[in-house]
């Protein structure tokens, strides 16, 4: 799932070096403050009879509701991976509006039961344009991201187990911007944006109520232009020259009883790159759907993450992400279907 406000999304704070004269020695960089916003990741979507509704949100409180049929502009599945749940469908959409008070760009995928419909997951992305902006503004445009089912509603939270581990494995994906500090040459001082999309892991301690995770530590964070967020960014767009696929970033925090979190315990590492300071914040939710070893089998989220390199370089990472339990996802160990 690639998913997942990716609100405010392409900000990067800039930093600037310069160098001294005389041959001396450039001077320190200082490190920037970095004050992420959380990401909500809530919206009020339904899916019956293969229609998908979803409510984009506006920042002043208003909502508007695209749906699957009148606003539908494109629909493809070259690059939608199997469902992980066996029994599942995926689909996906792009929706426009374009409205007296601006235009609407939203992306969705779709996840669900082939025997029970109303089980479903939807996530994606929006981006709401001001009256007469042209798609391509992106700068002028509010984003959101957004994840929502029936198992993520927050009228019927999860009974969360109160001992016990749980292991969570799924998918990581959304925005990845890089601005270049002085030990880049001709690129310093330039920005580079582009998709990004990797595996996470999550571990809960429902004793203690807290949650660990990482990104990047399983396999490397890929690149991926053009996969969601097209026609924003094209398949053909080259990648950055400071590729994100060595950072790892590593989250806590703490979740409360009825499986909410919120937390800002955020650091990004890189085995070439010296990280100065790194700041994000992530929350998320619990399914109040049991796996077959009674944990909640999901957790979804949403985090967005900054960080600043020694060179004046600083970087961001935007997104949501879908982890589920080996028991959910291997609902029959001995069946030889398992790939593990």
Known sequence: MKFLRLISLFFVLLTAGCVGGGGSAPPPIPTPTLTPIPQPFRSQTSFVDNVLSVDVRYHDGRTRT?????????????????????????????????HYDGRILLYAVVDWDDDNPADYLAAGWWLVYPSGAPYWAVESATRGVFIDGPELDPARPPDMPITGTATYVGGSGGLYTYEYGRNWGELAGSSEITEFSGVILLTADFGNRSINGCLGCIEPIEVNPGRHLYPILSWRS???AALPTDYDLRFSASFDAVGAFEGSEVTVTHPERTITTSAGTWRGQFSNVPDADGNPRRVVGSSDVHFAEDDGSTGRFTGIFDALTPATLRPDAGNAADPN
């Open 238 to 240: 080259p990648d950055p």
């Open 66 to 98: 695209l749906d699957s049929v009148r606003h539908h502009q494109a629909s493809w599945g070259l690059y939608l991976p199997r469902p992980l749940q066996p029994g599942h469908t995926s689909r996906e959409w792009m929706l426009t509006e374009n």
